[in-house]
């Protein structure tokens, strides 16, 4: 493990300034990013192998899987990518954004790593159960969620629960930290990123616990325990952890993007006020979200259902357009600060688009705020829904969430994780460039085409083979076979743009020049490190900006109003 | 300090808001109440919403609400159901939705009985002949959802199932016929 533990320039009190961002970073902290970091790219690797089996089944001129391993498949893929990706890759950032940032060492240790054995044997079992699964009538694949009462194998649902536990313990020593900076420095304000990482921890902290209820309670009727189960219950307590971890990745993204937009391109905040109270709005309302799954159900009622799904009148969609703002302006102000803003988008034009780092921080704004963010609030719409609900429009939004903004975001970090942490110099430095853009083009328009064979045929999500065969009937949905196509195409192409990313990570990691002295890291730091104090931020343009986001409200206002028309043509239904 | 990775400044909470930004609050804040005001005002004034009683049920009495239902129901030269009034009963099943093929009438409001006799399933229904306009309503087990429905375009239109249910879930299909009259 020397990978993980290089210490040859900690001070005798075991820290180090970091030459790049300037942080003083103790080596109790630093050996648990990596190692969750490591893991989380390892996830990455398995649920992407899982990507290419399950995306050349659904493009059906290839057909590979049939039905039993197609759903096996699926399981697998979206376990691995949509969770322990994310997850292992969270709590790297949880002790980025407390320790680190606050120059501290990481508390409780034992708890860092046993969390990191308990999450690892967890992903394990589910991996294993759902591999080795016999398929019908009791060992189904439970695909993401498990919904009861279709039985999956038990060893699932206590691998799920032992994962989240794990999760659990391994934020403790994230808490320790902010507690005992709260009790030496009573009256001090955090710094933002420290702050975004702890509303994402509570936030978090609520989705576990939902996840628990969920998982143990299907455990105990899996294992006879109880004699039945409520589906309708378990939905709502599924939800709170199954969208719960999704917005666990928007605010730890939206840190990562304060963070990296900062550190690579020179962004400042604007107005600390503004920033903070989108955290806040986060932390109140976003969990709310939840009942997106549950606006085309029975049981829940309308009121209950417009107040939730709106996460109380869109306090939390209210924070993400604050945030939409406030990250491009600290760029723009940041970089007119220093002289780097010549005209509307002179300050865009001049940042270090070669640097990976930096392209896929933005591109994971803008995709994510375009694709990912205005479908998720048009689709949890309570009438809109009904369009969306289960088919493959649904799995375009969430890709457009997960899939290109988080994972963009993500593995701008590991980039960063690898130059900084790992003290490496990229492998293959010009492929390493261009895979951001690569990324972010195939797999954006695959998200595209997801969304259309979803709104305009009606393409269930989950099925194997039903575009050109449906057995038993000569209805088919052949009609979308050009799009399919066309999905087929860049959804390879995005597989291969997932495999370049891991060619870099894990080529830079075991043979990239290391980074021996500051000077190697120099090109990291925007600009060569010009500063300027002048005037106070807010008093710098914020025209280009206030461009994008009217364009963006353009965007989201169309949107909303294609998916309101198209629902209006439909014939009456309900009360 | 304005960097995200420093303590700010005593007084950041009165540092001032650049007018660009509070312009922008002002925009996002005002979309937010109205698609918010939209949505609501929808559940009155519009004709597709995903609103209808909810009663507890079990398999057994969903079925046995079935067999009540198909046996005062007509039946057509070609098998399908032909409800004996408005009350229309569907039920899914792995991996096949019983109470299908059904036929209705166009211009008449039928209250749909949605169950499931199992698990999950997904009622996924569109107009053969336009893709494009479909309904997904999610079906539990232990519940039964009255949506009321009236369908104003006569044609085949299919039902298929958006919600994993085993193996065999590709499979599952129904039709409904809506008629210009019964």
């Known amino acids: ?575 | 300090m304005t960097s995200p990775l420093d303590t700010p400044d005593d007084d950041w909470w009165n540092t001032k808001i650049n007018r660009r930004e509070s312009l922008w609050l002002g925009i996002s804040g005002l979309w937010s109440i109205l698609i918010f005001g939209w949505m609501s005002a929808y559940t009155r004034i519009g004709d597709q919403n995903p609103i209808g009683e909810t009663f507890e049920t079990s398999p057994e009495e969903f079925q046995q609400a079935i067999s009540e239902y198909q046996s005062a129901a007509s039946e057509r030269d070609d098998g399908a159901i032909v409800p004996a009034d408005t009350d229309v009963y569907i039920a899914g099943l792995q991996w096949q939705w019983l109470g299908t093929p059904v036929v209705l009438e166009a211009g008449t409001e039928y209250d749909m009985h949605l169950s499931s006799l199992d698990v999950q399933h997904g009622f996924s229904i569109r107009p053969r002949d336009s893709l494009s306009k479909h309904m997904n309503f999610q079906i539990l087990p232990g519940y039964e959802w009255v949506l009321p429905m009236e369908f104003d375009e006569t044609g085949t239109y299919d039902i298929v199932c958006n919600e994993f249910c085993g193996t065999g879930h590709r499979t599952m299909h129904g039709t409904l016929e809506v008629v210009e009259e019964l």
């Open chain 1, 1 to 575: 493990m020397t990978l993980l533990t290089s210490d040859d320039d900690y001070d005798d009190e075991g820290f180090r300034t970091c030459s790049v961002t300037g942080l003083d970073i103790h080596q109790t902290a630093e050996g648990p990013v990596k190692l969750f970091g490591l893991t989380a790219v390892i996830a990455m690797l398995i649920g992407g192998i899982f990507a290419l089996t399950v995306a050349t089944t659904r493009w059906e001129v290839i057909g590979l899987l049939g039905p039993g391993d197609f759903y096996q498949h699926l399981t697998l893929h979206a376990w691995n990518l949509l969770i322990f990706w994310m997850v292992f890759m969270e709590i790297a950032i949880l002790y980025v954004g407390g320790p680190m940032v606050l120059g501290r060492r990481l508390p409780l240790t034992i708890a860092a790593k046993a969390g990191w054995v308990l999450m690892v044997v967890g992903a394990l079992v589910i991996n294993v159960s759902v591999f080795t699964a016999g398929g019908f009538p009791n060992e189904n694949a439970p695909l993401l969620t498990g919904y009861v009462p279709l039985e999956s194998p038990p060893a699932f649902y206590a691998g799920v629960v032992v994962f989240i536990l794990g999760a659990v313990v391994a934020a403790l020593p994230f808490f320790l930290t902010l507690w005992r900076e709260r009790r030496e420095f009573p009256s001090r304000s955090l710094p933002l990123v420290a702050f975004g990482a702890f509303i994402t921890s509570i936030i978090a902290f609520e989705a576990l616990v939902g996840g628990l209820i969920a998982f143990v309670y299907a455990l105990l009727w899996r294992i006879d325990v109880l004699g039945s189960v409520d589906a309708a219950f378990y939905r709502q307590m599924y939800w709170t952890i199954g969208h719960g971890s999704q917005q666990i990745n928007l605010a730890a993204m939206v840190t990562v993007w304060y963070f990296l937009t900062h550190v690579v391109g020179g962004a400042e905040v604007v107005s600390q006020k503004v920033s903070r109270t989108a955290f806040i709005l986060y932390l109140f309302f976003i969990n709310l979200g939840a009942a997106h799954h549950l606006m085309s159900d029975p049981v829940v009622s309308s009121g209950w259902r417009l107040f939730n799904t709106s996460y109380a009148f869109y306090g939390a969609a209210f924070a993400s357009m604050i945030h939409a703002f406030a990250i491009p302006a600290g760029l723009e102000a940041g970089r007119r600060k220093r002289g780097k803003g010549g005209g509307l988008l002179g300050w865009l034009t001049s940042a270090p688009w070669t640097n990976p780092v930096f392209s896929a921080t933005i591109f994971s704004i803008i995709l994510f705020g375009f694709v990912g963010g205005i479908t998720g609030v048009v689709m949890g719409q309570m009438q809109v829904n009904m369009t969306w609900h289960n088919n493959f429009a649904t799995v375009g939004h969430f890709h457009g969430t997960v899939a290109v903004g988080t994972t963009l975001a993500f593995m701008g970090l590991v980039f960063f994780v690898i130059r900084t942490m790992f003290k490496r110099q990229l492998a293959f430095p010009r492929l390493a460039s261009l895979q951001p853009y690569f990324y972010a083009g195939a797999m954006g328009i695959a998200v595209l085409m997801m969304m259309y064979v979803g709104l305009l045929y009606g393409i269930p999500r989950r099925t194997v083979s039903i575009v050109q065969n449906i057995p038993g009937t000569n209805f088919d949905f052949a009609a979308a076979a050009p799009l399919f196509a066309i999905l087929g195409v860049f959804a390879i192409l995005a597989i291969v743009a997932g495999a370049a990313f891991l060619l870099v990570a894990v080529a830079s990691l075991l043979v990239g020049d290391r980074v021996t002295s500051p000077a190697d890291n120099a090109d990291l730091v925007p600009d060569g490190g010009a500063e300027d104090e002048g005037k106070p931020l807010h008093a710098y343009e914020m025209r280009g900006t206030f461009f994008f986001v009217l364009i963006f409200m353009a965007v989201f206002v169309l949107s909303y109003v294609a998916n309101w028309w198209f629902l209006s043509e439909l014939w009456s239904v309900g009360l």
